[in-house]
């Protein structure tokens, strides 16, 4: 956890930033969140060694300045991300619909119409949060899981902006009980699950590595028999979104919860591998993704 000093400077610059983006257009806040972006690579190298390696992992055979460049392209769509992300305030609904465009909306159409809930997983990929927000200016009933972070304050901006956009907020660290609820109820409930889970996680291959993974979403999906839908938004020319929401994946009945994580868990994983090499400038590399280690490549070679 942040010392009290640097929660309070986080607070200042990201409540600084929130008022100076309010009357500058869209493509300002853009040009400036690239600017930003490839300010705190090369002037401030913010977790320099941790992305690189983290793109030598994924891509191989990418060189060392391709890595370089691919690693500045994604500060600049995090600054960009960052700038859009304070400016949802004073977005109107027909706002959201033009700046992003919805591919697959038939399958959310399909779940609205059979009236039962369903779980959206994506990643830390593009401006995930303006999915939820176009989603609930389509008139859909949008709830996003987040967890409480650290700084209160800051926690509080970033829930402010999501109820401003339409957006609910649930709370995944206050149990499951909340989570099967929403789901019970018919909620479409929006989930990012692609942070490193710990010992207890699933270990599955993501971009040549064994990475440990959320059950959750798969563990919710089997409980309540709600489909896992895999949803992605992708950055356009023209400085506009595209998202593309994906068939939904339902639990078969007759799978215990083993097999109902796994066979879940690799949909889910397997789409966002996908999406992270159509546009790896959009995923979020600052994240030790491969911190966990399996049981068996933890405790090392056997003696003898």
Request: charged share 25%; glycine share 8%; net charge positive.
């Amino acid at each position: 956890m942040a010392s009290r000093p640097r929660q309070w400077l986080d607070f200042a610059l990201l409540y600084l930033l929130f008022i100076l983006v309010r009357p500058f257009p869209w493509t300002w806040l853009q040009a400036w969140g690239r600017g930003i972006g490839s300010l705190v690579w090369r002037v401030f190298r913010y977790r320099r060694g941790v992305v690189l390696a983290n793109l030598e992992q994924a891509f191989p055979d990418l060189d060392r300045p391709g890595r370089e460049r691919l690693a500045e392209e994604f500060f600049r769509n995090l600054g960009m991300t960052l700038m859009e992300f304070l400016a949802f305030p004073r977005l109107k609904r027909e706002d959201f619909v033009r700046l992003v465009d919805i591919h697959g909306l038939e399958h959310v159409d399909a779940l609205v119409e059979a009236g039962g809930g369903a779980l959206f997983v994506t990643g830390h990929f593009g401006n995930w949060e303006l999915m939820a927000a176009r989603s609930a200016a389509a008139g859909y009933r949008v709830t996003a899981a987040a967890k409480t972070q650290s700084n209160s304050r800051v926690d509080r901006i970033q829930n402010d902006i999501r109820r401003k956009a339409g957006v609910g907020v649930l709370r995944t660290d206050s149990g499951v009980r909340g989570m099967l609820r929403a789901l019970r109820d018919g909620q479409m409930v929006a989930l990012v699950a692609d942070q490193d889970a710990g010992g207890d996680g699933y270990f599955t291959r993501f971009l040549n590595r064994e990475a440990s993974v959320f059950r959750g979403p798969a563990f919710f999906s089997w409980r309540t028999g709600v489909p896992v839908v895999t949803v992605f938004i992708f950055r356009l020319p023209d400085g506009r979104h595209r998202v593309e929401v994906e068939e939904p994946v339902y639990p078969d009945p007759a799978w215990d919860e083993a097999t109902a994580v796994a066979k879940l868990t690799e949909h889910h994983v397997r789409r966002l591998e996908a999406a992270v090499r159509r546009a790896p400038e959009l995923y979020f590399w600052t994240h030790r993704r491969w911190k966990t280690r399996p049981p068996a490549e933890a405790a090392g070679p056997p003696a003898g």
